[in-house]
């Protein structure tokens, strides 16, 4: 069988104008003006509607004449116009090459059957160079081989006729290797269809394991064409934020959780209880020498008493520690530098001493908060942008007394200079669009090349620093803040000069107790490999920095507060860690064959991008690991830290307190007693095999999406995210839990 229609004289346009001259009514369709979109904030007015369909009018995707009979079938005009008006939001140019792409389909007012909304939504995908992006869940291959042939074939179900005329560019049998085996444009199409998801509702474009050629109505259209723009994460962004505008305001009015105060005051105020011994205990006692660092002392002196202690991490870092011995820093003092000891014995303890707050560790070098280190770069009305009195290697965070952070807005580079992701080039002011953006230009540090990454450890050059731009319009960001810290890549000594981010970086043995580490472009802490103790410590505001660099495109941003648990016997137990552009802790144990012996236990993780990451292990077996008794809150609503949306960090699989992104082996490991506040997701997973789950409390927002399960099964196909409305079925049914509480 095959269906037909008859070419007209002049192609259909996707959008008319009134004979005045007018714009179309709202109501027809997305308002053009010589095919140009009506800017977002003329056209889409009000808050976003959560539905899909909603949001799809909202967007002007779908006419209000159309919402009438939301049931019936589209036609292939009718769809292929919201299509390209979708399409025109994205890009006004791409909109006028659907016009001609399309202009067969533009003009067919025959009905659609869903394998044929898939087939014109994939060749859209691909106009758009989404066709290859995994969506948030899995890549799947592509065949550039679509839409109407010249002769006026448009394709339907499975019995189309190949097309055989004088042109081939449309070559409808030509088969493609991919993801799933051996293709054909069209199976190609469906395949897409149903495993592309939308970062907004986690659902895929079309449900088409059921009537694959059962009638494709309006409804069914819209609400694909909506899920393909909110695939990307430039698009799903603004969904988000007003997510999290919206768990705010409803945290706001409920209040914090009494459990969550009287955690964070508890660990603030924890006292030094290490002990000299004969016996090393990590984490109780030591068992060598003590020594004392305090920002009264002096670095000639012998550091073996408060009153002859050092001053600097420099002079700690290049001492000759022996087995079991302790460094106490005095407490409300600021240590700057990287902390970065390797003692071949190992064992070495890090604490505090006296009175007041924990002594703080950061890589950042000075404190920002001077009216003379910001000099007025460019004022155009009430908008003031400020450049730093010196040149910075790359800064992942600029933090202003310690209740906000700026918004590091990112550019692609292109081998020689900055450039927007269009290919245009990157102009600063025009970049930082709201208050407290900033930009960090290290690009010498790229010297040409497309790709980069921070792990080379290449030596820094005096041409990696750069000017460091940041949006004030209130005035001198130096006046108005008491204090201002910069999150900024660091030289060491270590290495050769070699681009650091880190504050402490432990060893065998490491305790690091009693200690605030903040302020730091990559990672607070890095545990050693085993026998390691953090505790009682703070550990905030940190990451943000570009990790790494791929043809061009910034596609990583850095921030972690503990950075993996060693192989075995480690913990991290009563820490408050907060602000943090990624992970609280993410375990990433490449080289191990198994971890074993690894506790996470009573800390208070707030306001963090996501929680526990446990990611890239695919060889490792985890026995006798626990993620017990630790209280999240607000995890994912970190609106003070807004970034790039190329970071990496939209709101999808990276927002979750518990993300296990590989397939595992577990053995006697628990993820119990946890409460877990008002999230973005409570669960983000791959595998059925997990820990043992019990007694945890569930306490969602009216915002929060649930539990994210990836999964994919040959004959069912990925298990989709949940929504709230279905979380006690997961609770019961997948995590195996009778025990825990969804509040």
């Not at 394991?209 to 309006?218: A, Q, Y």
């Given at each position: 069988m095959k269906r037909t229609v008859f070419l007209m004289l002049a192609s259909f346009m996707f959008f008319t104008l009134a004979s005045n001259g007018e714009k179309a009514e709202a109501s027809d369709t997305a308002d053009m003006v010589n095919d140009t979109v009506v800017p977002y904030n003329e056209q889409m007015t009000g808050e976003m509607p959560d539905d899909e369909y909603e949001r799809a009018e909202w967007y002007g995707f779908v006419s209000k004449e159309l919402s009438k009979d939301r049931c019936r079938a589209v036609t292939w005009k009718e769809y292929c116009t919201m299509i390209g008006t979708m399409i025109s939001l994205k890009d006004t140019e791409l909109g006028t090459q659907w016009q001609?792409?399309?202009?067969?389909?533009?003009?067919?007012?025959?009905?659609?059957?869903?394998?044929?909304?898939?087939?014109?939504?994939?060749?859209?995908?691909?106009?758009?160079?989404?066709?290859?992006?995994?969506?948030?869940?899995?890549?799947?291959?592509?065949?550039?081989?679509?839409?109407?042939?010249?002769?006026?074939?448009?394709?339907?179900?499975?019995?189309?006729?190949?097309?055989?005329?004088?042109?081939?560019?449309?070559?409808?049998?030509?088969?493609?290797?991919?993801?799933?085996?051996?293709?054909?444009?069209?199976?190609?199409?469906?395949?897409?269809?149903?495993?592309?998801?939308?970062?907004?509702?986690?659902?895929?474009?079309?449900?088409?394991?059921?009537?694959?050629?059962?009638?494709?109505?309006?409804?069914?259209?819209?609400?694909?064409?909506?899920?393909?723009?909110?695939?990307?994460?430039?698009?799903?962004?603004?969904?988000?934020?007003?997510?999290?505008?919206?768990?705010?305001?409803?945290?706001?009015?409920?209040?914090?959780?009494?459990?969550?105060?009287?955690?964070?005051?508890?660990?603030?105020?924890?006292?030094?209880?290490?002990?000299?011994?004969?016996?090393?205990?990590?984490?109780?006692?030591?068992?060598?020498?003590a020594y004392y660092v305090s920002n009264h002392g002096n670095d000639e002196n012998d550091g073996l008493t408060p009153e002859t202690a050092w001053a600097t991490l420099d002079k700690v870092n290049h001492f000759n520690f022996s087995y079991g011995d302790a460094v106490f820093f005095e407490r409300g003092g600021i240590y700057r530098g990287v902390l970065y000891l390797y003692?071949?014995?190992?064992?070495?303890?890090?604490?505090?001493?006296?009175?007041?707050?924990?002594?703080?560790?950061?890589?950042?070098?000075?404190?920002?908060?001077?009216?003379?280190?910001?000099?007025?770069?460019?004022?155009?009305?009430?908008?003031?942008?400020?450049?730093?009195?010196?040149?910075?290697?790359?800064?992942?965070?600029?933090?202003?007394?310690?209740?906000?952070?700026?918004?590091?807005?990112?550019?692609?580079?292109?081998?020689?200079?900055?450039?927007?992701?269009?290919?245009?080039?990157?102009?600063?002011?025009?970049?930082?669009?709201?208050?407290?953006?900033?930009?960090?230009?290290?690009?010498?540090?790229?010297?040409?090349?497309?790709?980069?990454?921070?792990?080379?450890?290449?030596?820094?050059?005096?041409?990696?620093?750069?000017?460091?731009?940041?949006?004030?319009?209130?005035?001198?960001?130096?006046?108005?803040?008491?204090?201002?810290?910069?999150?900024?890549?660091?030289?060491?000594?270590?290495?050769?000069?070699?681009?650091?981010?880190?504050?402490?970086?432990?060893?065998?043995?490491?305790?690091?107790?009693?200690?605030?580490?903040?302020?730091?472009?990559?990672?607070?802490?890095?545990?050693?490999?085993?026998?390691?103790?953090?505790?009682?410590?703070?550990?905030?505001?940190?990451?943000g920095c570009v990790q790494y660099i791929e043809a061009g495109k910034v596609t990583g941003q850095m921030g972690d507060a503990i950075n993996g648990c060693g192989r075995e016997n480690s913990a991290v137990r009563g820490n408050y860690i907060h602000d943090v552009a990624s992970s609280p802790l993410i375990m990433e144990s490449y080289s191990c064959d198994q971890i074993q012996n690894i506790s996470f236990s009573n800390n208070l993780v707030e306001r963090t991008t996501n929680g526990i990451n446990i990611n890239d292990n695919e060889m490792s077996s985890f026995e006798n690991v626990s993620f017990n008794d630790n209280v999240f809150y607000l995890v994912g609503v970190s609106d003070g830290m807004k970034h790039d949306v190329r970071s990496g960090n939209i709101r999808c699989e990276w927002t979750a307190c518990f993300r296990i992104r590989d397939s595992y082996e577990y053995t006697n490991c628990t993820i119990q007693g946890n409460s877990l506040y008002y999230p973005l997701q409570f669960f983000y997973y791959c595998e059925k095999s997990l820990p043992e789950m019990s007694d945890n409390l569930y306490v969602p927002s009216q915002e929060t999406l649930g539990f994210a399960d990836i999964r994919y099964d040959e004959e069912v196909g990925p298990y989709l995210p949940t929504l709230m409305n279905g979380a006690e079925g997961i609770i019961r049914d997948v995590f195996e839990d009778s025990t825990s509480i969804l509040q």
């Open positions: 001609e792409i399309a202009k067969l389909a533009l003009s067919s007012d025959e009905e659609m059957v869903r394998d044929q909304g898939c087939f014109a939504l994939y060749r859209a995908a691909e106009l758009m160079g989404e066709e290859q992006n995994d969506g948030g869940i899995r890549s799947v291959s592509t065949n550039p081989h679509l839409l109407p042939s010249n002769d006026g074939t448009l394709p339907f179900s499975w019995n189309f006729v190949p097309f055989t005329g004088e042109d081939d560019t449309w070559v409808y049998e030509d088969e493609y290797e991919g993801l799933f085996g051996s293709m054909n444009y069209f199976t190609a199409a469906v395949m897409y269809c149903q495993y592309r998801m939308s970062l907004c509702s986690y659902e895929t474009l079309y449900d088409t394991r059921t009537d694959i050629i059962g009638p494709l109505t309006v409804e069914e259209a819209a609400i694909s064409v909506l899920r393909l723009y909110e695939s990307t994460p430039d698009h799903a962004e603004p969904f988000w934020r007003a997510k999290i505008d919206k768990i705010n305001e409803e945290v706001s009015l409920v209040g914090e959780p009494e459990e969550v105060t009287a955690m964070r005051q508890q660990i603030r105020n924890t006292e030094t209880s290490i002990v000299k011994s004969d016996t090393q205990i990590p984490g109780e006692t030591y068992t060598g020498t003692d071949p014995d190992g064992y070495i303890t890090l604490s505090a001493y006296g009175e007041g707050e924990k002594p703080v560790l950061t890589s950042a070098e000075e404190c920002a908060a001077d009216a003379e280190k910001w000099i007025l770069w460019q004022k155009e009305g009430d908008v003031k942008i400020w450049k730093y009195y010196k040149d910075c290697l790359d800064c992942g965070f600029i933090v202003f007394d310690d209740t906000t952070a700026g918004n590091k807005v990112l550019a692609d580079w292109s081998g020689s200079e900055w450039i927007n992701e269009d290919g245009t080039p990157f102009d600063v002011a025009a970049s930082l669009t709201e208050n407290l953006d900033f930009f960090s230009d290290d690009s010498g540090r790229l010297k040409g090349i497309m790709d980069y990454s921070v792990s080379n450890n290449l030596p820094v050059e005096d041409d990696y620093y750069g000017p460091l731009y940041l949006r004030c319009d209130q005035g001198n960001p130096g006046e108005l803040y008491d204090c201002i810290e910069l999150c900024t890549m660091v030289a060491t000594e270590m290495e050769e000069k070699c681009y650091r981010g880190t504050v402490v970086d432990g060893f065998l043995g490491t305790v690091i107790d009693n200690l605030c580490v903040k302020y730091f472009p990559m990672d607070g802490i890095c545990v050693g490999p085993e026998d390691c103790i953090v505790q009682n410590c703070e550990v905030a505001w940190g990451g």
